[in-house]
């Protein structure tokens, strides 16, 4: 095999050929070839696709950056034809498979860069490759949606509300999961009910009527926006959530306790924050001593400890009727205990039985979110935040193995 055709076969680019002596090493290490049209080529409207067997004129050379040759940056210096297209009758730009119209890179080198930032922080592959950060950007964001396009629509019967926070200053985003596929179908920069409503509506009506049970937290504007727009779902508030008034609750008796302590008392509610918040199991002895101390000289702390403990069997009910005489009585100890959290928390948890309630029937959690959550976040600190929320949308959906993979999209033509 001649060292032309082994070029040529390294190049990849069927229907164009390096011209003679057409490689040469630029001052900065760089690659660059120049490939001209083999000869009885035809051309393609870069419009309709029409086939032209003649040109009309050619373009001035361009010049793109390429695959990376033997770790060395590489270029292709080409000139596209112009010819005159019958169908559209106009004199249009030919159409080649590698490289889109006016684009600085071939659609092979696009492919690496978009596998790249995948793996690594764009800077870090605009550093690597030695691009602008904000070709890289827009690189991996045009995939991004390439990737997209081709994801199949599915019907959802469980679907997951809940938020994360995108930015400081309490800036929240709300997410949207298939619970039982395990990934995100959706996101908006908001946590209102417009917003909310606004992603149910572009959803459509037929994915709302398929959609079964609704998981959410305690948070009125959810429940009005699916409410009216996921009329047969049945809304189960995540137990999570209720756990985490709960822990509130008893963190307010604590804060209230110690604010009025003196003497020894001050001393030993000094630091016990995470004593009232942990597992009993997992309380070392020292740390197990120290909480009975606390509940011996301190009836209040005693009695909401005590409530709280005793909430730990809501969720081992075996059924809805069993689950909600233990509400019942459960809040009427809090109604009676005299401790103003927990009268308010009782309050707010009879407010809400229906959708505490439905958890027995449906057994179903955000626990599912959570998890995606701590990816999201990972990948908010690896980039250092996201300015562009429809970027952030996308990566978090590559993040969560929600878009095909690159593969998918069609390989372009040689």
Known sequence: MSKTSVLQDLLGIQGWRIVQNGIRIEEDGAVTVRIEPE?????FC???????????????????????????????EFSLARLWCP?????????????????????????????LCALMPVLDVAQLEGLDKNAVYEVDRKWLERREA????????????????IRKGHRYATVFYDLDRREVIGLVASRRER????????????????????????????????????????????????????????????????GIAQGDMAKLLKGSRWLWLRTPGTLKRKQQYTLAEIMRVNRRLARAYVLRED???????QDVEEASR?????TARCARSGLEPFIRLAQRLRRWSTGILAYFRH???????????????????????FHDLRYFMLKILEATRALPPIEAVGHPQT
């Open 311 to 317: 909430f730990e069997g809501f969720y081992e009910c």
């Open 150 to 165: 081709l994801r199949e629509g599915h019907d959802v019967k469980r679907l997951g509300i809940d938020e994360i926070a």
């Open 326 to 330: 233990f509400l019942t009585a459960w």
């Open 39 to 43: 000869a009885g080529q035809g051309h």
């Open 195 to 258: 917003a909310v409503s606004g992603f149910l509506r572009r959803w459509g009506k037929a994915r709302c009527r398929g959609v079964q049970a609704v998981c959410m937290d305690l948070w009125a504007p959810y429940l009005n926006a699916v409410r009216r727009h996921l009329k047969r779902a049945e809304v189960v508030f995540d137990k999570f959530h209720v756990y985490t008034y709960l822990s509130g609750a008893i963190e307010e008796v604590r804060r209230h306790e110690q």
């Open 87 to 115: 169908k559209c009758r106009a004199v249009v730009v030919e159409r080649v498979g590698w490289a889109e119209p006016y684009a600085r890179r071939t659609l092979r080198y696009e492919r690496c860069v978009a596998s």
């Open 46 to 76: 870069s419009r309709c696709g029409e086939g032209v067997l003649f040109a009309y004129d050619h373009l001035p050379v361009r010049r793109i950056r390429d695959f990376p040759v033997w770790g060395r940056a590489s270029h292709l």
């Open 363 to 385: 057994r179903i959690t955000n626990a599912v979110s959570e998890g995606l959550n701590n990816k999201i976040k990972v990948l908010k600190r690896r980039a250092y935040g």
